[in-house]
């Protein structure tokens, strides 16, 4: 019995919440998910997972199981990429995600200087508007524009993102301005999200926020598209400012309702608080901070 590859199945059933995700995490198959996970109840004389039909539970011992596993795995990682040499030179691929259009338009010109300034090291770009879990996926940091729970995970705020709506001049002309989030139900509304969520944007109203009604015309999976689609007079577009400021700038796009705006959403660098960074992190985020507080300080 493999002693190490039997807590990490057993911490992939937890954090999956169950034994076929974890088969598909791991890409172990399920029968050895499962015989890793019993093998080590046996040697502990102790149930870990109570199973049953609707799911799995952690016992009381599991729970208590499951933290000190997490803790001594990560610490097996940290001991393997130092006898690696990862924290006394920047090597390695860095895995870095960020959303869609801030890792075209910001992200990756930096990464490329970053390449250029540090020819030995590599970087990968995840770039999707979903969150990704960082341990799960072995990814070294993380751009997230959104208010942070309280994690294990270290942030570093870069900047305030508003959250604006805008549409063409055409459009506008032809369908007027709007004056208050409530005249937004006679407009043509373009939005990021599936056609199941509801119609509605919230705004800042005086001190509180407040939920209006939209007359959605389009829904795309992607910023790009509702933008582009703003661009093509569709529509009323909401979007995070860096995302059409370049547009506002040559006077492609109008911003409306600029007095009902929520409050701006920091945009921070997300990464796993460790004893130990790597060089190859701690360079890049030497590198990436000062650039990107410039870049959108300026937009």
Not at 118 to 136: H, K, M
Not at 216 to 241: E, F, N, V
Request: charged share 25%.
């Amino acid at each position: 019995m493999d002693k190490f590859e039997s807590m990490a199945a057993f911490v992939a059933v937890v954090e999956a919440g169950g034994f076929t995700a974890a088969s598909r995490r791991t890409r172990m198959p399920l029968a050895s998910v499962s015989r890793k996970v019993s093998d080590l109840e046996t040697l502990l004389n102790v149930v870990l997972i109570a199973r049953s039909g609707r799911g799995i539970k952690l016992t009381e011992s599991g729970e208590r199981y499951y933290a000190d596993c997490r803790r001594l795995l990560d610490e097996l990682g940290e001991v393997e990429r130092a006898a690696s040499g990862e924290y006394i030179a920047p090597r390695g691929d860095l895995v870095v995600t960020a959303p869609v259009v801030f890792g075209r338009l910001h992200l990756t010109p930096i990464a490329v200087e970053f390449l250029n300034a540090w020819p030995d090291g590599n970087l990968c770009l995840r770039l999707r508007d979903d969150i990704a879990n960082l341990s799960e996926e072995k990814i070294d940091l993380a751009v997230r524009i959104s208010r942070l729970p309280d994690s294990n995970m270290i942030a570093r705020r870069i900047a305030d993102i508003r959250r604006v709506i805008c549409a063409s001049p055409a459009y506008l002309r032809a369908h007027g301005l709007p004056q208050h989030p409530r005249d937004l139900i006679g407009h043509r509304c373009i939005s990021v999200a599936p056609l199941s969520t509801p119609d509605v944007w919230t705004f800042g109203v005086g001190t509180s926020l407040r939920s209006f009604p939209i007359a959605r015309r389009l829904a795309a999976t992607t910023s790009d598209a509702t933008i582009d689609a703003a661009l093509s007079s569709a529509g009323l577009a909401r979007a995070l400012h860096y995302q059409v400021v370049e547009h506002v700038a040559r006077g492609d796009l109008i911003l409306v309702l600029e007095d009902f705006e929520p409050e701006p959403s920091p945009l921070s660098l997300v990464y796993p608080a460790s004893r130990f960074m790597p060089l190859k992190l701690r360079a890049f985020l030497d590198f990436a901070v000062p650039r990107l507080k410039q870049r959108l300080h300026a937009a």
